[in-house]
T-cell receptor, first 114, second 109 residues
């Protein structure tokens, strides 16, 4: 089934540890995104990639990094996790980065930093 | 700054009609989206409006007024499975999506 796969589904992490959230899509979409979702707030964009080999910073990029070595994969890395990074993380993709594109979301990764 | 406002929570009765409003102030406008998100799940696309007027899709309709910075999502013949959060998002001048915090819709029998 075409879509986006995220891993892990859930993780508890000690503060200061490094963590990579994985995201893979099989729809050959050019654009990919990482969002975090916190109670009472809208989805906030962390980083994005309009095409393989390029990345850009979103609204809340500090403490996170991404890479886009190929079309399918878009991992998100927390270099040194802090409790404020406790959140649900959604990876999403769209055919391209123009305004009319519908986003397809992964199932999410729930991260708790203690 | 850019801002999307929608009610935090609404309650409606099974079989009834509910209207969820969204007002926005953004730098530029390249369309407005509505997504549905069931608890613990990912958002899924419902509708897209870029021109003024009403778009109907089955039991769901979405309306846009660009001059008023206003949209609504209309849900008819409510079913229990419609209990979810409804997210309004606007594509700004840079084609970045600005998201509202979502409206949690509770359906009662």
């Amino acid at each position: 089934i075409a879509g986006i796969t995220q891993a892990p589904t859930s993780q508890i992490l000690a503060a200061g540890r490094r963590m990579t959230l994985r995201c893979t899509q099989d729809m050959r979409h050019n654009a990919m995104y990482w969002y975090r979702q916190d109670l009472g707030l809208g989805l906030r964009l962390i980083h994005y990639s309009n095409t393989a080999g390029t990345t850009g910073k979103g609204e809340v990029p500090d403490g996170y990094s991404v890479s886009r070595a190929n079309t399918d994969d878009f991992p998100l890395t927390l270099a040194s996790a802090v409790p404020s990074q406790t959140s649900v993380y959604f990876c999403a993709s769209s055919p391209d980065s123009s305004g009319a594109n519908v986003l397809t979301f992964g199932a999410g990764s729930r991260l708790t930093v203690l | 700054g850019q801002n999307i406002d929608q009610p935090t929570e609404m309650t409606a009765t099974e079989g009834a009609i509910v209207q969820i409003n969204c007002t926005y102030q953004t730098s530029g406008f390249n369309g407005l989206f509505w997504y549905q998100q069931h608890a613990g799940e990912a958002p899924t696309f419902l509708s897209y409006n870029v021109l003024d007027g009403l778009e109907e899709k089955g039991r769901f309709s979405s309306f846009l007024s660009r001059s008023k910075g206003y949209s609504y999502l209309l849900l008819k013949e409510l079913q229990m499975k419609d209990s979810a959060s409804y997210l309004c998002a606007v594509s700004d001048s840079n084609y970045q999506l600005i998201w509202g915090a979502g409206t949690k819709l509770i359906i009662k029998p």
